[in-house]
């Protein structure tokens, strides 16, 4: 309801968001895969919701005039969000006994949908008794957001403490991402640094 009662977004803008969203996904899934493998899914899974909801703060900031950060923050959310989401799975399935994993699975899926599914009746609500309270609508919206990613980077704490067999601290993932090509394909952008990297040179190069 934001995007299109706020921000004035169409339907095609908002189809444009979400195709950027599962194209950083897409793009980004093979790092993640390989930085998982190294250091396994605690770290990287920190890392990834660390960076993934520190650029969800921009939502309180969002307005018309600015609302075009929207194409590169999707983009941005969908390549972090893949290798939160990938780690969620693997770390099921590397910590459960193989017995139990159908159901955690499946209790991991079932908590999960049902707080998504409370989520918006919450945060209705919410926006419903701001505006009592004499709130601009775009005000009120921007209090809501500071939620959402204040829980979600507090959570990293908590996933932190859990104990996962031959995984790497965080500071070993943190030191592979400087890299600069290995932090482009998490970010999405491995297309563009292979370019700048293997670019063929100029007709004026060549002539000297």
């Given at each position: 309801?934001?995007?299109?009662e706020q921000l004035n977004f169409s339907g095609v803008e908002v189809g444009i968001l979400a195709?950027?969203?599962?194209?950083?996904?897409?793009?980004?899934?093979?790092?993640?895969?390989?930085?998982?493998?190294?250091?396994?899914?605690?770290?990287?899974?920190?890392?990834?919701?660390?960076?993934?909801?520190?650029?969800?703060?921009?939502?309180?900031?969002?307005?018309?005039?600015?609302?075009?950060?929207?194409?590169?923050?999707?983009?941005?959310?969908?390549g972090l969000s893949a290798g939160f989401i990938l780690g969620q799975f693997t770390i099921l399935?590397?910590?459960?006994?193989?017995?139990?994993?159908?159901?955690?699975?499946?209790?991991?899926?079932?908590?999960?949908?049902?707080?998504?599914?409370?989520?918006?009746?919450?945060?209705?609500?919410?926006?419903?008794?701001?505006?009592?309270?004499?709130?601009?609508?775009?005000?009120?919206?921007?209090?809501?957001?500071?939620?959402?990613?204040?829980?979600?980077?507090?959570?990293?704490?908590?996933?932190?403490?859990?104990?996962?067999?031959?995984?790497?601290?965080?500071?070993?993932?943190?030191?592979a991402m400087r890299n600069i090509r290995t932090l482009s394909g998490v970010l999405g952008l491995?297309?563009?640094?292979?370019?700048?990297?293997?670019?063929?040179?100029?007709?004026?190069?060549?002539?000297?």
């Open positions: 309801m934001f995007l299109f195709t950027l969203a599962a194209l950083g996904g897409m793009i980004a899934l093979p790092v993640w895969g390989g930085l998982l493998d190294r250091h396994g899914n605690k770290a990287c899974m920190a890392v990834a919701l660390g960076l993934w909801q520190a650029q969800n703060f921009l939502w309180c900031f969002l307005t018309p005039a600015n609302s075009a950060l929207l194409y590169g923050m999707w983009f941005w959310g969908g399935l590397k910590l459960i006994p193989a017995e139990a994993r159908n159901l955690a699975i499946g209790l991991n899926l079932a908590v999960t949908s049902v707080v998504a599914a409370l989520s918006p009746i919450v945060g209705g609500e919410v926006l419903a008794q701001l505006s009592v309270l004499g709130y601009a609508p775009l005000d009120a919206y921007h209090l809501v957001f500071l939620v959402q990613p204040a829980v979600g980077l507090l959570s990293c704490i908590l996933l932190l403490r859990i104990r996962e067999p031959a995984s790497s601290p965080l500071a070993s993932v943190v030191g491995s297309f563009f640094v292979n370019y700048l990297f293997a670019r063929p040179a100029g007709r004026d190069s060549r002539r000297r």
